[in-house]
Every structure is written in structure tokens, then in C-alpha cells.
């Protein structure tokens, strides 16, 4: 009798660990998850050419230290209004890391806006990549939960009265919808470049700003079919996203890419400005 009871309760707890790990296994990821995972296939790799050196010296951008939520510190690159305003641009990088290309952009676009606080997150602590292995890398390493810490802190950082608009491409990209979403009523407006978008109707439901999203036909992973549904599924929750597809391909819009397009980003650019001056007032 006792090797019965024994036997049973083997085979009841071998069915339950079962079932946690199908539970576990069978879960989706998340949209940001999704696209880190990724980095685990050659094609996507390889598709992302080691970048061509770029050399940035800002003139007024400065390096911050802000608390995040988690209890712990994360560094941003700041690029503080000339005027005192509460509206704010948070820029995520690409799977790159925050790096001179980064830098360089938001300063353009600092100087297009004329007056905004742009604060450049770093989502990879400071690992910045050179090459594409080492990119997939740090892509794959990074916690979501310490990635919405640090997105959490800088939102805290910009003050309770703050209009937060963001932006980002590839693996920043996704990042700024998430972002975006995570500032709830803060949030005045989205730019994304080719990234992962949100694929939880429900979650989408409780995004507070409109979307801009600038999409490459070519893309083999952000394709057309993935942009068509996130149009679809912005719609069933009733918020509106603004898209443009072009002819070129993943990172178009990065001159340091050997695939970078400079019509689609010229024409990308000019309605990302337009976008951002709209709802940045």
C-alpha cells in the first residue's frame, strides 16, 4: 500500500511539473521579446552590416545619472531646452547600443524642434556594439523588467507636469511604442522606425498618443503582412496610427548602414518632424 501512495504521488507531481513547463513553454513573448529573439537567427544577423564608424561631438548634450525604478541608476545622454518647457522627446537606440549615430540624430532633431527636452535612454547599461554579434548579444541579454526601469526613471525624471513624445528604430523601434504606453497620460506622440509593434489589442487600448510608424517594404521581419495587422489591430482599439512603407530595407535610416536609403529617410524624416511639431506645441 505504501509503495502505491508512493508511486501515485510520483506521477501526480511528474504531471503537474509537466504542465507548468507546457505552461511555461507555450506562453507567448512579448512584442519586445519577440524581436530580441531575433538575434538568434543568421539571416537577421547577417542582414545587419557591421556599421561604418561615425564620429558625433555634440555641442549641448551632456551626460545625466537618474534613479531608476528599480532602486538602482541608469545613465542617458540629455539635450536640455534652451527655454524652460515641459515638453520632452525619450529616443531609444537601436540594437546598436547608445551610440554616436544616436547622438548625433537626436541632435538634429533637437535642433528642428527649436525647443524640447531630448533625453537619449540606454537600455543597454553601456554596452555599446561594433559588431553585429556582439549586437545580438547585448539585444537578447537585456531584461524587460530593468528595460521598463529605466523607461519608468527617465519618465519620473521628466517631471509631473511633462508632454513625452518618443522615438526609436529597430530594436528601438518597439521600445518607443512600449515606451510610449508605459508614460500613460504623458505620452503626446510615438515614432517608430521599423520595430516590433504591440500585439495585445488590450494593451494597445491603453496608449494615451498617436503613432507615426516608418516601415520598409523589404523588411524580411517587420514586413508588410506584420504592418497590416498592427494597422488593423490600432484600429480594433481605437487609436490612430499614421504609416509609411517604403521601398528600402530593415535600418534604412541609418547613413552608417551600407542599405541606407536616402530618399525614404529624407521623406520618413520629413514626417517624423512634422509628426513631433504637431504635438509638441
Avoid at 549641448?60 to 531608476?68: A, E, L, N, R
Avoid at 531646452?81 to 515638453?87: E, H, P
Avoid at 519620473?156 to 508605459?182: K, P, R, V
Avoid at 505620452?187 to 516590433?196: F, L, T
Wanted: one cysteine or more; a positive charge.
Amino acid at each position: 500500500m505504501k509503495k502505491l501512495i508512493l508511486f501515485t504521488l510520483f506521477i501526480c507531481l511528474g504531471a503537474f511539473a509537466f504542465g507548468q513547463r507546457k505552461v511555461v513553454c507555450c506562453s507567448k513573448p512579448s512584442a519586445t521579446r519577440q524581436f530580441a529573439m531575433l538575434a538568434s537567427s543568421p539571416t537577421f544577423r547577417m542582414a545587419h552590416k557591421n556599421p561604418l564608424p561615425v564620429r558625433f561631438q555634440s555641442a549641448v548634450g551632456t551626460s545625466i545619472t537618474y534613479k531608476t525604478a528599480d532602486g538602482k541608476e541608469s545613465i542617458a545622454w540629455l539635450l536640455k531646452a534652451k527655454k524652460a518647457t515641459n515638453n520632452y522627446i525619450l529616443v531609444i537606440h537601436e540594437w546598436w547600443g547608445l551610440n554616436d549615430f544616436v547622438k548625433r540624430e537626436s541632435e538634429k532633431i533637437y535642433n528642428d524642434l527649436d525647443n524640447v527636452n531630448i533625453i537619449d535612454l540606454d537600455l543597454y547599461d553601456g554596452k555599446v556594439a561594433t559588431t553585429r554579434e556582439d549586437a545580438g548579444k547585448f539585444m537578447q541579454a537585456v531584461s524587460e523588467d530593468r528595460a521598463k526601469a529605466i523607461i519608468n526613471g527617465a519618465i519620473a525624471y521628466t517631471g509631473a507636469n511633462a508632454h513625452i513624445a518618443t522615438i526609436g528604430w529597430c530594436f528601438g523601434g518597439g521600445w518607443s511604442l512600449q515606451t510610449s504606453i508605459l508614460a500613460g497620460k504623458k505620452a503626446v506622440g510615438c515614432v517608430m522606425y521599423y520595430g516590433m509593434p504591440e500585439q495585445d489589442v488590450n494593451r494597445l487600448k491603453t496608449l494615451n498618443a498617436d503613432v507615426l510608424g516608418n516601415f520598409a517594404n523589404k523588411d524580411q521581419w517587420i514586413n508588410p503582412k506584420v504592418v497590416a495587422k498592427f494597422d488593423a489591430d490600432m484600429k480594433k482599439a481605437g487609436k490612430k496610427v499614421y504609416l509609411h512603407q517604403y521601398d528600402a530595407d530593415h535600418g534604412f535610416a541609418n547613413p552608417s548602414n551600407p542599405i541606407y536609403d536616402s530618399n525614404a529617410t529624407k521623406d520618413a524624416y520629413a514626417n517624423t518632424i512634422t509628426f513631433l511639431k504637431a504635438r509638441l506645441k
